[in-house]
């Protein structure tokens, strides 16, 4: 595994302060109704993304996820601008602002979105890993799902051809306790969801994804072992949300001594005690971060602000088309 030096500790602390005060910023411009339909944060569980990235190679390895997906792509390299005008609905955003909040897609940055139906990234993550095992390409999917997802018959039936096929594939479930109102212990006969993985052979195991450091070290084996052609591996990383479901979620499921007592183990705080505490930098070298987050928050709020909304006609773009059509000149 890549060393976790002093570097890697200042760019997970503004890399995860710059996730959680974007998200912030959405949440503020989607009460004014800036931002419509759902929204689905990532509060809480920025420690999953931010050791998975260290693991990765960013120059070929893939990743997908179902809908609570605004920072993973800007972690892989996207435009965080673009990102927030997707949202806005704006024309400059990252599917010229067809897609919206569940549905973050760069081709180009291997982030493959961004999927509203729960479970229905699973195949498609197996399919990109068994399309890179079939070209004969050095790449590894990262395919990420929610704790809802698991009892899904497309995770086993992904899991079963994962492993007949050996596929370069790391499955992610981030499980944060809850289906939308939903807890794990609610619809699970063993709580322990990484023992899923045990039924199809497939190595497994729990990891406390408050913590990049653990999750980097997991992930860096398991990505090591799809690279180097050892097939899946399922990690159940133990997280929590902060916020709720999506927007419209009064909490009734839980108390705010529960939310509070994992507020203790944020990882934004953990990475931050470290660098206090091995003094990697000055008060005022934190100070200057913090900024730097303020101001790109502001400067991707402007540019989606300002941004357009799509023309009409656009609705016609990215769908099928038949060029003969002949009773709707939608191009004109
Ligand atoms: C197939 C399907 N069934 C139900 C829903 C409604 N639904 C949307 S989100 C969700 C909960 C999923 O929870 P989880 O997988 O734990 O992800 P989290 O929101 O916690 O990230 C449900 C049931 C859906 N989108 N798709
Ligand atoms: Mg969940």
């Known amino acids: ?67 609570r997906n605004h920072v993973q792509p800007i972690g892989m390299g996207v435009d965080p601008r673009k990102v927030m005008a997707e ?53 590894v999917t990262l395919c990420y799902m929610g704790d809802g997802a698991v009892r899904q018959g497309s995770l086993h039936e992904s899991f079963n051809l994962a492993m007949l096929w050996n596929l370069p594939v790391v499955f992610v479930c981030e499980n944060n306790g809850y289906a939308m109102g939903t807890s794990v212990a609610r619809t699970s006969h063993s709580t322990e969801i990484w023992k899923l993985g045990l039924g199809y052979e497939m190595p497994c195991g729990p990891v406390d994804g408050m913590d990049p450091v653990t999750v980097a070290e997991e992930m860096s084996k398991a990505i090591e072992r799809a690279r180097s052609g050892g097939g899946p591996t399922f990690l159940e990383m133990k997280t929590y949300r902060y916020r709720g479901h999506s927007m419209s979620d009064a909490q009734h499921y839980r108390t705010k001594e529960e939310v509070e007592e994992y507020k203790k183990i944020d990882p934004i705080t953990q990475v931050l005690d470290v660098i206090k505490e091995k003094k990697y930098a000055t008060e005022d070298e934190i100070k200057e971060i913090d900024n730097r987050v303020k101001n790109l928050v502001k400067e991707c709020e402007k540019f989606a602000e300002e941004s357009e909304y799509p023309p009409a006609n656009q609705l016609y773009d990215m769908v099928y088309e038949q060029e003969d059509y002949p009773f709707i000149d939608h191009k004109s």
Do not use: C
């Not at 944060?41 to 693991?55: C, D, F, I, K, P």
């Not at 493959?112 to 139906?117: E, S, T, V």
């Not at 699973?122 to 790449?139: E, H, V, W």
């Open 87 to 139: 949202l806005y609905g704006k024309v400059t955003g990252t599917s010229k602002g067809m897609g919206g909040s569940m549905h973050i897609f760069s081709k180009e940055h291997r982030f493959y979105g961004g999927h509203g139906i729960v479970g229905g990234q699973i195949p498609l993550g197996a399919g990109l890993a068994f399309a890179d095992k079939y070209f004969k390409r050095d790449a």
């Open 1 to 67: 595994m890549k060393k976790i030096s002093k570097e890697v500790y200042l760019k997970w602390y503004e890399d995860m302060l710059f996730w959680r005060k974007f998200e912030d910023k959405l949440a503020a411009v989607y009460i004014q109704q800036k931002v419509r339909g759902f929204l689905h944060l990532y509060n809480g569980q920025e420690a999953v993304l931010a050791g998975a990235l260290h693991a990765m190679d960013l120059s070929k390895d893939r990743m997908i996820t179902a809908y």
